[in-house]
């Protein structure tokens, strides 16, 4: 069973401190989707990164930047020089693309609070 | 483009009656999941439709249901309430090209309270 963990529950920031979240997942497939979503307190998920299990490459857009290990089963996220606007809870995901599964399991999420 | 657009945005209802909720996706977009979360059990999958079809589904009671209209919009059910059923009900949709491997957009979500 695949399963996703986001051992962080909380973490606390001061503005323009660099902070990492940490994503470590299970799964039995070699084919299968990693996801950051951010839900800030509207509620609504929005979407940051796909990354697929062959591509381990790391990726940066603008103050954010993935780094995808599948030797340590890891996709960790880190966010550079953070903002306030940066407090929301940050979620990762996992989709598994072959074995005729395509539940999609998320952490349990880690909130993230930056203070001015 | 508009979003990804849910109603209601709250609900209230009481033990053992059903309620339906509305999701109507990004224009173009084919597939459409459904998504609990609750402070316990965290974030759910519950099912996902593909052309009027149901997909995939979670491990969720038959008391929950779906259905897509040939415009791709989405209703779930959940009859029989239970207290446990209060929660934010988040719909996304996708192209529908890779099931929910595939890029989701989240709507706004439905807040239901069951007393």
């Known amino acids: 069973a695949q399963k996703v963990t986001q051992a962080q529950t909380e973490i606390s920031v001061v503005e323009k401190e660099d902070v990492t979240l940490d994503c470590v997942y299970e799964t039995r497939d070699t084919t299968y989707y990693l996801f950051w979503y951010k839900q800030p307190p509207s509620g609504e998920l929005v979407f940051l990164i796909r990354r697929n299990s062959f591509d381990e490459q790391n990726e940066i857009s603008g103050r954010y930047s993935w780094n995808f290990q599948k030797s340590t089963s890891s996709f960790n996220f880190t966010i550079t020089a953070s903002q306030v606007v940066d407090s929301a809870v940050y979620f990762c995901?996992?989709?598994?693309?072959?074995?005729?599964?395509?539940?999609?399991?998320f952490g349990r999420g880690t909130s993230l609070i930056v203070h001015p | 483009k508009a979003g990804v657009t849910q109603t209601p945005r709250y609900l209230i209802k009481t033990r053992g009656q059903q309620v339906t909720l509305s999701c109507s996706p990004i224009?173009?977009?084919?597939?459409v999941s459904w998504y609990q979360q609750t402070p316990g059990q965290g974030l759910q999958f519950l099912f996902e439709y593909f052309s009027e079809t149901q997909r995939n589904k979670g491990n969720f009671p038959g008391r929950f249901s779906g259905r897509q209209f040939s415009n791709s919009r989405s209703e779930m059910n959940v009859s029989t309430l239970e207290l446990g059923d209060s929660a934010l009900y988040l719909c996304a949709s996708a192209t529908g090209t890779a099931g929910t491997t595939d890029t989701q957009y989240f709507g706004p979500g439905t807040r239901l309270t069951v007393l």
């Open positions: 995901a996992l989709s598994e693309a072959s074995g005729g599964s395509y539940i999609p399991t």
């Open positions: 224009s173009g977009h084919r597939s």
